[in-house]
């Protein structure tokens, strides 16, 4: 039952009831492994789960569900298709130097806007028809920010680039977000499109946690775990109010750095050199461009860039946001929120000099 610890040892606990949790639980128990499934919460989801607030319905976490990417075909796998519809973009707009312009969401409305002039409408054309054949492998280890002054010098067409892989990504952390990523993103976006899901990512979790229990999977909820001990097959997850023995355990739950709280292995979390935008050096995220040895200090970029958004047309005081996220089935207006995206950046190779130090400094 849930809530109860296990009787006998289960196969394997996953740490974590969210929606990577969930789909590892369902994936072990199709294998005929017992599976127990820990979380610090009151019931499953994390940060899939959906609020229901003054009749309007938010997701606390994701918006979209890409119908080209990987998890609705896990999803698919599992047995579970959610149910939802893409956005409608007509009439998205996008707002420059307060005023408002039609959003170029196709070759119509690319011909029609005012947002761009002739050359940036031109631009953002050859831009966009080369994107599905873009190789994104080369730009895995460049910045976004990098990568489009390396596309485009007219800040028109970065604007509205930016603004697309904000939407794209949930990022807006253009320094730091590789091009690869962004770059790969986009496609999925500009291609097969996102599902706006009926009753939000709720219905995913219910779907996952429904399933998980008809195969036998068991949650424990309300239940910390703190630490993780001993060696497999014999491990012990140490929680706040009891000790639960099993065969293998799965951290589900936070990131890296929340594996390495609880098992006490280390180098688990670690974030290789980038090249922000302007500057020659390969540097670390936390630490920004540094003038030292043969790399020099770049100039702040311009922040002057696009919001887009969808026409206000909700009367609850609600603020509006910055994407075109409101749900086309239920018309219910959702937060504004920021997600910092980490990118695993693959190229090591520092500036003109064959090493960078620890501290982000190149070393000639």
Known sequence: MDGVMPDPMPDTVVVGAGLAGLVAANRLADDGLTVVVLDTRGRAGGRARTSLLGGHLFNQGPHA?????????????????PDGEPPALDGACALDAERIHLLPAGPGSLTRTSLLGLLGKAGVARLLSRLPRLDPAPLDGISVSAWLDSVSGRPAVKNLVSALIRLATYSDSPEMLSAGAAVRQLKLALGDGVLYLHG????????????????????????????????????????????????????????????????????????PPVRPSGCRCWTWPWTGCRSAGSCSASTSPSTSRYTVRRPASHPTGLRQPASPDTSTTTRRPRPMRTAPTWSVWQRSQVCTGPHVSTSGTCIP
Do not use: C, K, M
């Open 65 to 81: 569900l890409y119908t080209g990417g990987a998890a609705i075909a896990g999803l698919q796998a599992l047995g579970i298709h």
């Open 200 to 271: 939000g990512w709720q219905q995913l979790v219910d779907a996952l946690v429904e399933r998980a229990r008809q195969l036998g999977v068991r949650f424990l909820f309300d239940e910390t775990a703190t630490t993780v001990i001993g060696t497999r097959p014999e491990l012990t997850v140490r929680t706040t109010r009891s000790d639960l023995a099993t065969r293998s355990v799965i951290i589900a739950a936070g990131g890296p750095g929340t594996a390495e709280r609880l098992t006490g292995a280390g180098g688990l979390w670690s974030l």
